[in-house]
């Protein structure tokens, strides 16, 4: 598939109650289409939301989003242009980073988390020299990462992200800083 220069073109997913930052890397070819993040089938994004936050599998773009401020998770992507081999996030080339300044201002300095080893190694060199705030790397939910059940996703992203059982009393004083 030949390299193609695309534009994130909808918005991040963020109010003032937002407490923790879920990053992508860059709108998939089939999240493009529907113009809405984790468009694809078979990601498992919006299921394993649905499960850690104990709701229905949201259907809609308004659902979706709806079910994620219900929580405080803010939603967005590293990436806001690139070139990029169909949704290889492999491929990704000339980037420009999306500007996280309106979601912290907002929101205040809150826990960061990169959906995959691409979003956490974009997120490191292009957003924390800006932000100051470390990324958690998480295993991706994309399709291509065939490796990681559902189960085991939803394993690793509860234990990773407290959040889910207690997050004030697991994180205790060390998530006091991001509280604001």
Request: with cysteine; proline share 8%.
């Amino acid at each position: 598939m030949e390299p193609i220069t695309v534009q994130h073109t909808f918005p991040p997913i963020f109010d003032k109650n937002s407490r923790l930052l879920i990053l992508g890397t860059v709108p998939s070819v089939k999240s493009r289409e529907n113009d809405f993040y984790y468009g694809h089938p078979q990601n498992r994004f919006w299921k394993l939301m649905a499960i850690l936050c104990g709701e229905e599998i949201p259907v809609t773009k308004e659902e979706k989003t709806e079910m994620l401020l219900r929580h405080g998770i803010a939603l967005y992507d590293v990436v806001e242009k690139c070139t990029i081999a169909g949704s290889s996030d492999s491929s990704i080339k000339d980037v420009v980073p999306v500007d996280l300044t309106p979601i912290l201002e907002q929101t205040g300095n809150i826990p960061v988390f990169a959906n995959g080893a691409t979003a956490e190694k974009l997120y490191r060199k292009y957003l924390f020299p800006k932000t100051g705030i470390s990324a958690v790397k998480l295993p991706s939910t994309s399709p291509a990462n065939a490796a990681w059940s559902l189960s085991r996703l939803e394993e690793a992203w509860r234990e990773a992200i407290p959040f889910w059982t207690g997050w004030k009393e697991a994180w205790g004083k060390a998530i006091e800083p991001y509280l604001g």
